[in-house]
């Protein structure tokens, strides 16, 4: 069974610095790029950031470019996103997906909630 | 980046309705255009990809058309778990960018 859990969340402040994991299982992790979508309580979604099957390509949201890093671990299947700087706008529900080629994400984790004070 | 204008934002029908919910980029996107569903509380789950390719498990009342900049998420017939809010996304290019969303509400 495909499964994405994701970690790390919590209380911050606001300034703070955050690490979020996403645990994959269940499928080739090498095989595709990965993306982390967030969304504000009572909001829409938002793409943040995805990277390529090996760490060498990264793509992120103009407005978080520079604070967020995302990044991947292949030798534990494992996918991150450091948040630097964060900000009460950052407050939400973060959430590690799967890219399938062409770039939809069928696979989703059940979401770590991030909440910045300020 | 590419924005996505998705409508309308609500929209109140019954068990049984047929509901069409568009969305617009712009900038062509060819057809990498993506729908997902939100149920409260869940992670969205992804109904059709490229325009139009229905996901294993998804319903055939669910249907995806259009290209370009102009694309439609039609349903042909209401049932009670489809009352969620609805996301287009583009995968064009990078961001990935995904519209505002529908609440679709029992009427």
């Known amino acids: 069974e495909v499964q994405l859990v994701e970690s790390g969340g919590g209380l911050v402040q606001s300034g703070g610095s955050l690490r979020l994991s996403c645990a994959a299982s269940g499928f080739s992790f090498t095989s595709h790029w990965m993306s982390w979508v967030r969304q504000a309580p009572g909001k829409g979604l938002e793409w943040v950031a995805n990277?390529?099957?090996?760490?060498?390509?990264?793509k992120y949201v103009d407005s978080m470019k520079g604070r967020f890093t995302i990044s991947r671990d292949n030798a534990k299947n494992s996918l991150y996103l450091l948040m630097n700087s964060l900000r009460a706008e950052d407050t939400a529900v973060y959430y590690c997906?799967?890219?399938?080629?062409?770039?939809?994400?069928?696979?989703w984790g059940q979401g770590t909630l991030v909440t910045v004070s300020s | 980046d590419i924005q996505m204008t998705q409508s309308p934002s609500s929209l109140s029908a019954s068990v049984g309705d047929r509901v069409t919910i568009t969305c617009r980029a712009s900038?062509?996107?060819?057809?990498?255009l993506n729908w997902y569903r939100q149920k409260p509380g869940k992670a969205p789950n992804l109904l059709i990809s490229?325009?139009?390719n229905l996901e294993s498990g998804v319903p055939s009342r669910f249907s995806g058309s259009g290209s370009g900049t102009d694309f439609t998420l039609t349903i042909s017939s209401l049932q009670p778990e489809d009352f969620a809010t609805y996301y287009c996304q583009q995968s064009y290019s990078t961001p990935h960018t995904f519209g505002r969303g529908t609440k679709l509400e029992i009427k």
């Open positions: 990277i390529n099957e090996d760490g060498s390509e990264k």
């Open positions: 900038q062509t996107i060819s057809s990498y």
């Open positions: 490229f325009t139009s």
């Open positions: 997906a799967r890219d399938r080629r062409g770039g939809p994400n069928d696979c």
